[in-house]
């Protein structure tokens, strides 16, 4: 069912007062359609059908929508309507939600809910933002290594419900983590067999401290549905689940896309950031871009009277400049992806810059070839075709292994490779290009020396 159809559903629910079957329709909803309906409601009516949905089928969807539209809600939010809707959450998904509010509503909320929940969401906010610990969450199956098939099903059966997954499931002893079981394995044992002899015993774990994007990785290069977290001790505090995982994710390369247009990155959606905030993130890096580009137009300045004699060759240089930039984007975009999935490590430097060489080449000779062929044709001087063809193949070169070194060398000095993609290596490639051209062009023609 389409989104609009949704919407224009349940607000003829709540016009003709059949908020009983309101209530039915939205339980049928999975949480993600509901909160994107919600979200193109104005704000009344929003609230309206909120209070009516059951209180898991609210908790799920307020879960789901966006910042802006939670934001409003909160805002007409009673303190106990609010409590009522996290302690419905998930812990992690709660802790991500107060992050956002107010430090006074916060304090409010923890102060109403149960002792359980304050403690565990206590804990999950004293974790630094990219921890591992800030993404996890505590509500999961822990079963005793002694415990038979059958006792372990029962404690699903108890426990599942408040569980974030019960597809995989941790045995500890006091609160050590020993081992892992998947429901999969629990069905096709005998109802006598032990959890210590399912088991798998060699457990791939996370710290608590260690970098979510980290975390995520590892949890998708292993195929998880969840990666247990332990301390300094190997005592279990929590989990991450696939989903938060992909959250991550997709959070890293937003702020990666951001960095390669030269923009602050900005956690917000695009219609939630105002006006004046979006100008901000993108002014610092325009106005370095800018200044930078002035190096570009002293080498221009230096030529001066290589144009006046030579005319033509200005014509050619928003071409050069073009396929070096081109080039160069094209290796540190594949740099910088190659890092972010763990392909490519700074180690590897040598044989990235020996592999990019070859490939710049090719591409060189080939983009020459052509190049050359076409100002022949076009203008008749074979001098002028040699001296395009020759700086195309060295563009080619400098800007690959510009675009490939860059991001690398920056990841080694501890800095987001992201920061100096695209226009940064537009801007360096540019002068490096207008540089040999020019310095090619004065050895070939005498007149441009005199």
Request: aromatic share 6%.
């Amino acid at each position: 069912m389409e989104i609009e159809e949704i919407v224009r559903q349940l607000l003829n629910l709540l016009e003709t007062k059949q908020y009983q079957q309101l209530r039915q329709v939205t339980e049928d909803m999975q949480p993600a359609d509901l909160a994107e309906a919600l979200e193109k409601m104005d704000q009344q009516n929003r609230l309206l059908v909120f209070r009516l949905m059951k209180k898991d089928v609210a908790a799920e969807a307020f879960a789901w929508m966006g910042q802006e539209a939670r934001g409003e809600m909160i805002e007409n939010f009673s303190d106990a309507e609010l409590t009522a809707a996290l302690e419905e959450m998930a812990l992690d998904d709660a802790a991500d939600i107060l992050e956002e509010m107010p430090a006074s509503v916060v304090k409010r909320v923890l102060a109403r809910s149960s002792k359980k929940t304050r403690e565990s969401l206590n804990r999950l906010l004293n974790y630094p933002a990219d921890s591992a610990g800030s993404i996890m969450t505590p509500e999961y199956i822990r079963l005793r290594k002694e415990m038979t098939v059958a006792q372990a099903l029962d404690v699903i059966r108890r426990e599942g419900e408040n569980s974030e997954t019960v597809y995989t499931l941790y045995v500890t002893e006091r609160n050590k983590l020993l081992g892992v079981v998947s429901a999969r394995d629990l069905l096709l044992a005998g109802p006598d067999q032990t959890m210590e002899e399912l088991m798998d015993d060699n457990v791939i774990s996370v710290q608590v401290t260690d970098d979510k994007e980290e975390v995520a990785k590892e949890l998708n290069r292993y195929g998880f549905i969840a990666m247990p977290v332990v301390d300094s001790e190997g005592m279990l505090v929590g989990i991450v689940t696939v989903d938060d995982a992909t959250d991550v994710l997709i959070e890293e390369a937003t702020e990666d896309f951001e960095q390669m247009a030269a923009m602050q990155p900005n956690e917000d959606g695009y219609f939630a950031t105002s006006v004046w905030k979006q100008a901000c993130n993108r002014l610092p890096w325009l106005l370095v871009l800018m200044l930078s580009a002035t190096f570009t137009g002293m080498i221009l300045t230096h030529y001066e009277e290589a144009f006046a004699v030579m005319p033509l060759l200005v014509s050619f240089i928003p071409m050069l400049m073009d396929t070096g930039g081109n080039c160069g984007n094209q290796s540190s975009t594949l740099m910088i992806r190659g890092m972010a999935l763990g392909e490519i490590e700074p180690r590897d430097v040598l044989r990235v810059v020996w592999k990019e060489f070859r490939v710049a080449l090719i591409v060189g000779v080939v983009l020459a070839i052509v190049n050359g062929a076409r100002i022949w044709i076009m203008y008749g001087d074979p001098k002028i075709a040699i001296l395009i063809a020759l700086t195309l193949l060295a563009a080619v070169v400098i800007a690959k292994l510009i675009g490939c070194m860059l991001p690398l060398g920056v990841q080694k000095v501890g800095l987001d490779p992201a920061i100096i993609a695209s226009p940064f290596i537009t801007t360096l490639v540019d002068a490096c290009v207008i540089t040999v051209y020019f310095s090619i062009a004065v050895q070939m023609f005498a007149t441009l020396r005199g």
